[in-house]
């Protein structure tokens, strides 16, 4: 190659990474001709004893599902096998290897991930494909999904593609533009015979285009190539390659040109049947054979060579002999002679992707028309469904039936992309109204599945305008098509105008159809799960609960469940805790995968109520399910749950590891509804663990006026000592509280801003709020229903309050309580406090929330020196002190620190650094997995890496933790966990 020495080099980097185990994706991309190809081939070449995985995005092939991700991983098919069974079951069905399976949107994607790091195990992978702007979009998915899960694998990654792939325009993936030459450079590539003159005239033309440099001259005559002649019409920039192709076709034999249009419109490079096609085209050429599709305006439409199922072949490929079909495909060897396409392992492949677009859109539309028929009448099932489409110039119910079955069976692998394009396709080719807005919902539907909200909501509309039009429209399809919308808005991040047009049109139909009302008000509620507002969410379920009350019980019990986590969320405890436990054995016997959210949402308000076990219980099980199915999406909600759950419970480190991943899950799979709520997790253990700006970017990106957000705002500044700011961001979060009604149980935020009022002299404003905080406790809420009860005059209905509180005595949440004593504290005279305090602490014993305590502690020990009692104050210093470090929580720790030292003693000797201060979030997930005993595999399983990731992270972990393997790491990860839940053996071994 001429001119690509920086090019070149970056490759060889690339190459010699892998080759050292390092994994890498790299992006090339120019536009056509300028060299990219050869590039690749470069890297090919330099791949020296590495397992070469090849593929190529062809136009024609780009609706084919998982195409590319076929001819990818070709030679590695051998080892499926070794891959986790759902896994290895996804990719069967994938490449119709085996029977069709259901799997999550992401499955196929970690099974290449699993199937390229099982390859490394024995050598160095490169993974290339070329013109990756035309590779089928499940294929795309899976390979952009891989490539950004790579670490230590020894894989190199390479895609080629034009400059306006947009599909491809992803943050992580590292580009490298391939521009023009240099004019020296392009001189080097032409003819030395080329007189300079002209040669000047070619390198102006081409543009520095290394393609253009080497057809251009084509164009020429030999005495213009030497000078002796004008170059009469240069050739502008921009076309010049295109026309030099031209030129080419133009030389050769007609039978030939008409060839290779029907190869260019093609969906498959297989010699065998593109001259079965030929042969098929021969005999409707013939005299007396029926006329040429193109010769009608339909032409797909008289074409009945296949059943419209797809399922069997065209009789017209019976009566092609494979000796004809043989004899067919000499008619390219002209072509072959000319450089246009290649002929080798009995597959046609055009010189360069131009040379295909050239034939197929230099030929009239009625002979693209015939060349596709022809190939229908050689096709079956998907193939000749598409390629009757592509031919047909008028509605033709049988043809959209065709396309709607290969639909079908995209959808049955997977390819919800693809069936998405192909049930569109459908509907514009249907007669009918109804059937069309049927098809469209349908397309709606997988683009939805595959993440294309936008094009779904298209799809929508139009469908919407078909079924307001036409009468004979089913007014149910009218209901799904906005229920459908519904789901749209909570995709695109939109949960409330989600919300009022499912329960409007749930109203619409609840007398029609009672059972898809009860489901479309279930799913409202759902909606208002992302935006906080549970008294809205009450009501649309408790539509949801009465219209399936005897005869859906599942949605039933669904919108049971939902209930009693809104009425949690508002403060009505056991009346919530009973709605939950009453709906409590179909939670834990169902597929939590088909209602993610929901028991995520149960586990979350089982963390709110402080019932540590049902809540660890009913998240493990939604979490363990979606590991085991490599089910990307549903792992988002319940880890952002489990993350608040371990934050309570002061396990902080995995708090991080599991709030971490549900926002980078959240980012892979374009879940933009989910990604607040993974981020207010985040958030919350940032500014616990006083990573400032880490915290406030995600605050920042969170961009919702969420509670949770302001929350971890407000303790961070309160933490750093910044009172005026913790003051402005906890009262924006104590407006929304007030707004949606939520008790302080759900979001941690009332004692932070009594805490600040005090410590701004604020105390009228402290003991209001405090007055807000003790209405939640125990007590508080007590004295609300006896007052309301006593207000209505209604004796009997304040026995059966009480008479439904029996069945849940005691539940939480204490925390309340704990908090609203801790206040009282910072509020009591100076002859007062101590007593307080104690009772404060005392409520602690039993109340495993060790930040909690040590904040209560840190609390007590301040003011007992601004008290002048400095000794006394120097032992609940030091437990903070010692809780704080533990913990990770550095900020904290200073100011006890701060606290303990101007006691007049000496400060504590200080802990190792807490895993969550010293790892990455990456090296988090995985230390917090493998302490827990599982091996690398199981971690990369659950992580969606490949072992030898984990195994390169591990290494960083165990530096800088400076332990020496598993065991001691166990023994180190136990030892940040709160008192009460260190294994006394593994405590003893550690202390050893």
Request: hydrophobic content about 50%; some cysteine; proline content about 6%.
């Amino acid at each position: 190659m001429v001119g690509r020495t920086d090019e070149q080099a970056h490759l060889e980097a690339l190459i010699d990474a892998a080759r050292e185990g390092r994994s890498g994706a790299l992006l090339l991309h120019g536009p056509p001709g300028i060299g990219k190809t050869e590039l690749l081939r470069h890297a090919v070449a330099r791949a020296e004893g590495f397992v070469l995985l090849q593929a190529r995005g062809l136009e024609s092939e780009s609706g084919i599902p998982f195409a590319g991700l076929a001819e990818l991983v070709a030679p590695l098919l051998g080892e499926l096998d070794a891959l986790p069974d759902v896994q290895a079951a996804a990719m069967r069905s994938a490449l119709a290897l085996g029977p069709a399976t259901e799997s999550d949107r992401f499955t196929v994607p970690a099974a290449l991930l699993s199937l390229l790091a099982r390859a490394a195990d024995e050598r160095p992978v490169l993974a290339v494909v070329d013109d990756v702007q035309w590779l089928d979009e499940p294929s795309l998915e899976a390979f952009l999904f891989a490539g950004r899960r790579l670490g230590a694998e020894g894989v190199a990654m390479l895609a080629a593609a034009r400059n306006d792939a947009r599909r491809v325009e992803v943050p992580w993936l590292q580009r490298m533009a391939v521009g023009p030459l240099a004019d020296e450079d392009a001189r080097a590539l032409l003819d030395p015979a080329i007189a300079p003159a002209v040669a000047d005239r070619l390198v102006a033309t081409a543009a520095g285009n290394p393609l253009a440099l080497l057809e251009i001259p084509a164009l020429l005559t030999d005495a213009q190539r030497a000078g002796r002649e004008p170059l009469a019409d240069p050739l502008p920039p921009g076309t010049s390659v295109e026309r030099a192709f031209a030129v080419a076709l133009d030389a050769l034999p007609e039978a030939t040109r008409a060839a290779l249009l029907l190869a260019a419109a093609a969906s498959t490079r297989r010699l065998d049947a593109i001259g079965r096609a030929l042969a098929a085209h021969e005999a409707a050429d013939r005299p007396g054979a029926a006329a040429a599709p193109g010769d009608s305006p339909t032409p797909a439409v008289g074409d009945r060579s296949a059943d419209p199922s797809g399922d069997s072949p065209a009789p017209a490929v019976a009566d092609v002999s494979a000796a004809r079909a043989a004899v067919s495909v000499r008619v390219f060897e002209p072509a072959e002679a000319a450089g246009i396409v290649v002929l080798a392992r009995g597959e046609l492949e055009f010189r360069h992707p131009l040379m295909r677009s050239a034939v197929y859109h230099g030929a009239a539309p009625g002979e693209r028309r015939a060349a596709h028929a022809a190939l229908a009448a050689a096709s079956a099932g998907a193939e000749r469904a598409w390629q009757l489409a592509a031919c047909a110039v008028a509605p033709d119910e049988d043809v959209a039936a065709a396309l709607e079955a290969a639909a079908l069976e995209a959808r049955g692998r997977g390819a919800h992309a693809t069936a998405a394009r192909d049930l569109q396709r459908a509907a514009q080719l249907t007669p009918g109204t109804a059937t069309r807005a049927r098809r469209l919902l349908a397309a709606a539907g997988d683009a939805i599945r595959s993440g294309e909200a936008e094009q779904a909501s298209a799809w929508l509309d139009e469908a919407a305008a078909l079924a307001r039009a036409d009468e004979a429209v089913d007014p149910l399809l009218a209901a799904d098509v906005e229920r459908l919308r519904g789901h749209v808005e909570m995709r695109r991040g939109s949960p409330v105008e989600a919300n009022e047009r499912l329960v409007a049109e749930a109203d619409r139909v609840r007398g029609r159809d009672p059972r898809r009302a009860a489901a479309m008000f279930l799913e409202a509620s759902v909606a208002h799960l992302m935006t906080g507002d549970p008294a809205a969410l009450v009501g649309a379920a408790e539509k949801a609960r009465a219209l399936s009350a005897g005869t859906e019980p599942a949605v039933e019990l669904l919108a049971t469940a939902v209930i009693g986590q809104a009425q949690i969320a508002l403060g009505e405890i056991e009346p919530g805790v009973a709605e939950l436990r009453a709906c409590e054995p179909y939670l834990m016997e169902a597929d939590p995968l088909g209602m993610v959210e929901i028991v995520g949402m149960a586990g979350h308000a089982w963390t709110w109520v402080e019932d540590w076990d049902r809540a660890t219980k009913t998240l493990d099980r939604v979490l363990r399910a979606a590991r085991e199915a490599s089910a990307v999406s549903a792992l988002i909600h319940p880890l952002a749950a489990q993350a608040h759950l371990d934050l309570r419970r002061g396990r902080w480190a995995s708090a991080l590891a599991s709030a971490s991943e549900a926002v980078e899950l959240a980012e892979d799979a374009g879940q933009h509804a989910l990604l607040p709520h993974a981020l207010a997790a985040l958030t919350l253990v940032e500014a616990g663990l006083g990573h400032e700006a880490d915290c406030r970017a995600h605050v920042e990106r969170a961009g919702t006026d969420d509670p949770y957000r302001h929350a971890a705002l407000g303790q961070l500044e309160l933490a750093l000592g910044r009172v005026p700011e913790a003051i402005d961001a906890l009262e924006a979060g104590e407006r929304q509280m007030r707004r949606r009604g939520l008790s302080s149980a759900v979001v941690q935020l009332r004692p932070d801003l009594i805490e600040a009022y005090v410590r701004a002299g604020r105390r009228e404003e402290a003991e209001a709020q405090l007055a807000t905080l003790e209405a939640d406790t125990a007590e508080g809420r007590a004295a609300r229903r006896a007052a309301a009860a006593e207000a209505a005059g209604n004796v009997r209905a304040l026995r059966a309050d009480s008479l439904a509180s029996l069945p849940v005595v005691g539940v939480g949440p204490r925390w309340v309580r704990a908090a609203a004593e801790r206040c009282r504290g910072l509020l009591a005279p100076d002859d007062a406090f101590r007593s307080v305090f104690e009772a404060a602490l005392a409520l602690h014993e039993d109340l495993p929330m060790p930040f909690e305590r040590a904040r209560t502690q840190l609390a007590f020990g301040e003011r007992l020196r601004r008290a002048k009692q400095r000794a006394e104050a120097r032992e609940p210093l030091t437990q903070a002190l010692d809780e704080f470090e533990r913990l990770g929580a550095k900020p904290w720790a200073e100011r006890a620190r701060s606290e303990l030292r101007a006691t007049g003693g000496a400060a504590a000797g200080r802990r190792a650094p807490a895993a969550a201060g010293q790892l990455t979030p990456h090296e988090l997930q995985i230390a917090v997995l493998v302490a827990q005993g599982m091996t690398n595999r199981e971690a990369a399983a659950a992580l969606f890496l490949s072992p030898k990731t984990i195994e390169y992270h591990l290494g960083q972990i165990y530096r800088k933790l400076d332990v020496r393997g598993r065991s001691q790491l166990a023994r180190l990860m136990a030892m940040e966990l709160p008192e009460g839940e260190r294994d006394p053996a593994v405590l003893a071994d550690a202390l050893s």
